[in-house]
């Protein structure tokens, strides 16, 4: 696995849906983060020590980790510096970006002098299986979405260590560069060849026979016309029990496209049961995440009332308010 | 390009479904085509001369077409070893299966030992885009289907023939291995990563102003829960003006799933347009193309005439009746 501690990389980056990985580990394994990197004209941060690349060295980084997102996954020049400059000084290096590490000759040269390891966790698993539909045992739970990066990983992790605190067997399933730095394992999904995109679902969430329950990061959404392709394999191969639908109130439009709006809620929540319907046909609805990091609290609990009332739902930011009413009706899915 | 002519492989396949690329060069590319490999255990033929790999090479056969597919797509030791005879006899090696003959050591060895070549036809070009959803100009049509293996590619290429032979300007843009064989050109979307399914599409079919029509290959259907993510972020990319429903009436089941019966056609329509509607509003059906290869000439005249009726849409086997009655319903899209 990817030695740590972690030194978090934000680079320039001034957009903050484009630093969630960096985020996400810094949220979720803060104990194996000693600082984040960030140039002068950054103007986020995840709340860590700023630290060059010798002071983290210092602080006993072992691993760079490029934890930044844009559309198309480049490494640009910049990230390239940055990473031969980490190399130098003895960091390995860990990206989740669609363009490898090891197809930039630069950084395999320099890793290679430097006797470091760069770790592309985007390269999914050899040998994944084509879908085939069947039942299996076991209750899954998908999050989906009415758009990308919404919160569904965040409500997929809170779900499952929900679950986990109450004594019953869960398991979070990662199926991003994120949630794989998180867990340790999981599938990149939207890196998976497009033929096995239901298959390898099937192949990280296999039959159990525990009790238990597996929580499935969801990926995409069913309305964004970039991604609705992974979104849909997505569902047919969780055959999800359960669904939580994720949403960003007030977003001004979907991730990237400034065409395209944001479906309604109730729109987006019948076109992911009737998807899902195809490999379970008796996956239900059990709640509704609101990412209502800003909005002001009283909105907030005001704007997750009334969606509750609506959708005859429990509707929480699982972040601020926690998902206990969501893992209640969770619950009720036991036969 | 590949160079012809073709010698088309059967081996030991027995599953018409299975030899669809051979078949499709058969058909579409007769002339470059000078016989058939088949074991003595085929119980299929082209129609095509059966030759030993020394007759083809004496024929003046270029290439051998691996033109079989299986689930999966792998190369078996059985396809290993005659295509180590072809290209011990001379011939370059076409593959259209998912595990790459480039992947395969001795293949690599033989090939540069006598100077021929493989060709991976699965190979997806290199930085394709990630979809946008912007509208662009021009007017295209999407196959879809009720399964996999129903007729989406002769139907796409008798509609392109038919405008061409009316003069209209009119592109096939090929989405599988069998269709870029036939075309020369396209992508191979089952192969392409799961980000990039829409935008190899808008790739593959760019905007166009001459008043023509892009014809684009279907690929899987939103009913089988192995590939429905392929169809959906091909509906996405297409952003189709026209949807041709295409179907085989009395398959048992879906295509390599006996636990899924098939979608009725009222569903199947209707998922495919509301999935359309996303990148284009404006989307309708135009046409229903049944396969009626299995069934009696005046049973499909019938069930081609009810079907019409039932959805006050024109319906033919393209094979054996001709699209021209699609053809008619097509350039009503012309605004």
Redesign the interface.
């Known amino acids: 696995m990817i030695p740590s501690p972690y030194f978090l990389y934000l680079g320039h980056s001034n957009d903050e849906i484009g630093i969630k990985t960096s985020r996400g580990l810094a949220v979720f394994r803060r104990e194996d983060c000693v600082g984040e990197f960030r140039h002068d004209g950054c103007g986020l941060t995840l709340g860590l020590p700023r630290l060059t690349i010798e002071q983290a060295v210092a602080a006993g980084a072992k691993t760079l980790v490029l934890g930044i997102a844009n559309?198309?996954?480049k490494l640009g020049e910049d990230l390239v510096q940055d990473a031969l400059a980490a190399i130098e000084a003895g960091l390995n290096i860990a990206s989740g970006l669609?363009q490898r590490l090891r197809d930039e000759p630069r950084l395999v040269a320099a890793a290679q002098a430097k006797g470091v390891s760069l770790f592309d966790v985007r390269d999914p698993a050899h040998d994944l299986?084509?879908?085939?539909?069947?039942r299996r045992a076991g209750k899954r739970l998908l999050t989906v979405g009415t758009d990308c990066s919404v919160g569904k990983m965040y409500t997929t992790l809170h779900l499952a260590r929900a679950l986990q605190a109450r004594g019953i067997p869960a398991d979070f399933r990662a199926t991003g560069q994120t949630g794989i730095l998180i867990a340790g394992a999981g599938v990149p999904?939207?890196?998976?060849?497009?033929?096995f995109?239901?298959?390898a679902i099937e192949y990280i969430s296999p039959a159990r026979n525990d009790g238990g329950w597996d929580l499935i990061e969801g990926q995409g959404s069913?309305?964004h016309?970039?991604?609705?392709?992974?979104?849909?394999?997505?569902l047919?191969?969780a055959q999800p029990d359960a669904l939580v639908l994720c949403h960003e109130p007030n977003r001004p439009h979907m991730r990237?496209?400034p065409?395209?709006q944001l479906p309604r809620l109730a729109d987006c929540l019948e076109?992911n049961l009737?998807?899902a319907r195809?490999?379970n046909p008796d996956v239900k609805a059990v709640g509704i995440a609101l990412n209502t990091s800003k909005m002001m609290p009283e909105a907030a609990a005001q704007l997750c009332a009334e969606t509750s009332d609506a959708f005859g739902l429990p509707c929480v930011d699982p972040v601020t308010m926690g998902v206990e009413p969501i893992i209640e009706r969770i619950l009720t899915c036991e036969a």
């Open positions: 559309a198309g996954g669609h299986p084509v879908g085939n539909g069947e999904l939207d890196a998976v060849v497009a033929d995109i239901s298959g069913l309305f016309p970039s991604f609705a392709g992974v979104s849909t394999g997505l047919h191969g990237g496209l065409h395209y076109a009737r998807t195809l490999t």
